[in-house]
């Protein structure tokens, strides 16, 4: 029984080193590894602040001057949609900012955006419309690379619309798009069981055959819509529209042709227009900005999944 119990030593020299070998060699690792945690936390801080610098450069370069006075900057970039940058809410937020600001010479209305929802259009269209009456404040529009249908209902709306010569501006016109997946059903013996209350309550269904006349309804749905847009140009515009039967057609020009056309009232950039109008080179960006750690976590949160997508591709 003792001898079961007993414990064996090693016997000699070299069992010793080969142990202390054992044991230096895994403090080792185990140091290395403590220094590569704290490299990559450190790594990670580095990049958490460098986000954060960048962010606040972007303040910077956003809101210039502050001084006395001032020209009011509002961005109108991306898609126009609830729930986007360019929403109504927050260009019109910004638009009663600026007016409400004694300081503000004037609005700029900075465009890059394709259009969008011509409900969030017409929002913004007639908040500039009512805010004009409150004060005698100028509004003016400048489209850098795009300033098309949805941008272009709410350029109509400043006092005077300005471009680069080869932005792209118009595309006045209304769009309703789908899908028909009929055929396809029918070769895969795929049917199709809709349940509706209301004889047409499933008209735009993609999976269900097209009905000339429910096709016929729609069609004057968009043309009214249509309309309604072109009439609120032709109101912004008034007498400066050279109007040709392709104006309102959904075309879309640059803007050297949009100048020619009386689309837009000149060619220039957002601070050479304030120099021009304002003898000023001070500008305030209004546009509503998003929280700085929101920006930084999503920014972090992009730059990691860019960062495992490559590894895993």
């Known amino acids: 029984m003792d001898n079961q119990n007993q414990v064996d030593y090693p016997s000699s020299n070299k069992e010793w080193k080969l142990i202390e070998k054992v044991v230096i060699g895994l403090q080792d690792e185990q140091r290395k590894s403590r ?21 606040g450069k972007s303040a910077d370069e956003v ?45 700029v209305l900075r465009i890059n955006s394709p259009g969008g929802s011509p409900v969030q259009s017409g929002y913004v269209y007639d908040e500039i419309k009512r805010l004009k009456e409150t004060r005698e404040l100028p509004v003016y529009a400048v489209i850098a690379d795009l300033g098309a249908s949805g941008a272009y209902y709410i350029a109509a709306a400043a006092d005077e619309i300005y471009a ?15 899908f028909g997946f009929t055929e396809a059903m029918d070769k895969f013996g795929i049917e199709r069981r809709l349940y509706t209350s209301g004889e047409h309550k499933g008209f735009l269904d993609p999976f269900s055959p097209e009905n000339p006349e429910e ?59 304030v120099r021009t109008k304002f003898d000023s080179e001070e500008m305030v960006n209004f546009t509503p900005q998003k929280d700085p750690w929101e ?3 999503q920014k972090l949160g992009t730059s990691i999944g860019a960062g495992i997508a490559t590894v895993v591709t």
């Open 35 to 55: 220094r590569w945690g704290i490299f990559f936390k450190l790594a990670t801080l580095v990049y958490v602040l460098f986000i954060a610098l960048m962010i």
């Open 215 to 273: 096709k016929k309804f729609w069609q004057s749905v968009l043309k009214v819509t249509h309309n309604q847009f072109i009439d609120q140009v032709k109101k912004g515009r008034g007498d400066r529209l050279k109007e040709t039967p392709e104006m309102f057609s959904g075309l879309i020009w640059s803007g050297e042709q949009a100048l020619e056309m009386g689309l837009i009232d000149g060619l220039s950039s957002t601070s050479a227009l």
């Open 63 to 107: 809101v210039r001057g502050g001084g006395d006075s001032y020209a009011a900057v509002i961005e109108v970039n991306g898609v126009i949609a609830a729930a986007q940058d360019a929403s109504a809410d927050n260009i019109i937020t910004a638009l009663r900012d600026a007016f409400e600001d004694d300081k503000v010479l004037g609005v």
């Open 164 to 178: 680069d010569k080869a932005s792209l501006v118009g595309s006045i016109g209304v769009v309703g798009s789908g």
């Open 295 to 297: 920006s930084i976590m």
